[in-house]
């Protein structure tokens, strides 16, 4: 497992991105090809920018990315990537979606690596993984356009299959990935939303 880890963090440092948690991004995207030229992708819990960046190079200089984080990030765009636009705000936090409004009409692909700060309890884990990546559901049905995808990190646990549930009604198609690059021991997955049914998703939200 260790040699496993530092061949990503070694991959990481020689492709010049700030972390290995790139490859959980770019492994979904060789294989479902959610993002495009010229989209606007909106990247929750960005920080240290590694997805930002993946999502640039993909998008291109014709596209937009927004990375959005409690810590400050700001990473040079590279020649031919799309602008990248770091910002640092809390996601549950009122002005957050009024900031975006004010500068975009929304996006094409919602992205989120956000974790809870582990406390040793799975169960307790687990659940802040959920209020999060709820959260990320909350903002899309706000800013996420009508058939755009949604790619989030999450903590499985007893509650995963009653979330995956709540996420069916609002995609076409919902897949759970485990990159290869995920540590083994790790019970992160990741859930591709594609197909975004912007309707339903405010519909159920206000029943929440």
Same mark, same amino acid.
């Given at each position: 497992?260790?040699?496993?880890?530092?061949?990503?963090?070694?991959?990481a440092?020689?492709d010049?991105?700030p972390a290995?948690?790139?490859?959980?991004?770019?492994e979904?995207q060789s294989?479902y090809r959610?993002? !495009? %030229?010229k989209q606007?992708?909106l990247? *929750?819990g960005?920080?240290?920018?590694s997805?930002?960046l993946y &999502?640039?190079?993909?998008?291109?200089?014709?596209?937009?990315?927004?990375?959005?984080d409690l810590?400050?990030t700001?990473?040079?765009?590279q020649?031919d990537?799309?602008?990248?636009?770091w910002?640092?705000y809390?996601?549950f936090g009122?002005?957050?979606i009024?900031?975006?409004? !004010? %500068?975009?009409p929304g996006?094409?692909? *919602?992205l989120?690596d956000m974790?809870?700060?582990?406390?040793? &309890?799975q169960?307790?884990d687990?659940q802040h993984?959920?209020?999060?990546?709820?959260r990320?559901?909350?903002?899309?049905?706000?800013?996420l356009h009508?058939?755009?995808?949604?790619?989030c990190?999450v903590f499985?646990?007893e509650d995963f299959p009653?979330?995956?549930q709540?996420? !069916?009604?609002?995609?076409?198609?919902v897949k759970v990935?485990?990159?290869q690059?995920?540590?083994r021991?790790s019970?992160e997955v990741?859930v591709l939303?594609?197909?975004?049914?912007?309707r339903?998703?405010?519909e159920?939200?206000k029943t929440?």
């Open positions: 497992m260790r040699k496993e880890q530092d061949y990503y963090f070694k991959k440092k020689k010049n991105y290995r948690s790139v490859y959980k991004l770019e979904a294989k959610f993002l !495009k %030229k606007r992708v990247d *929750l960005c920080h240290p920018g997805w930002a &999502s640039a190079s993909i998008v291109g200089a014709k596209g937009v990315v927004v990375g959005v810590q400050a700001d990473i040079p765009t020649k990537h799309a602008e990248i636009h910002l640092c809390d996601v009122d002005d957050l009024p900031e975006l409004r !004010k %500068k975009w996006f094409h692909v *919602l989120s974790a809870p700060r582990t406390t040793g &309890s169960f307790s687990h993984s959920l209020r999060l990546v709820r990320t559901l909350e903002i899309a049905a706000m800013m009508e058939r755009g995808s949604w790619y990190k499985q646990g009653d979330f995956l709540e996420c !069916k009604p609002c995609f076409e198609t990935i485990k990159p690059s995920s540590r021991e019970r990741f939303g594609r197909g975004f049914n912007a339903v998703a405010r159920l939200q929440v």
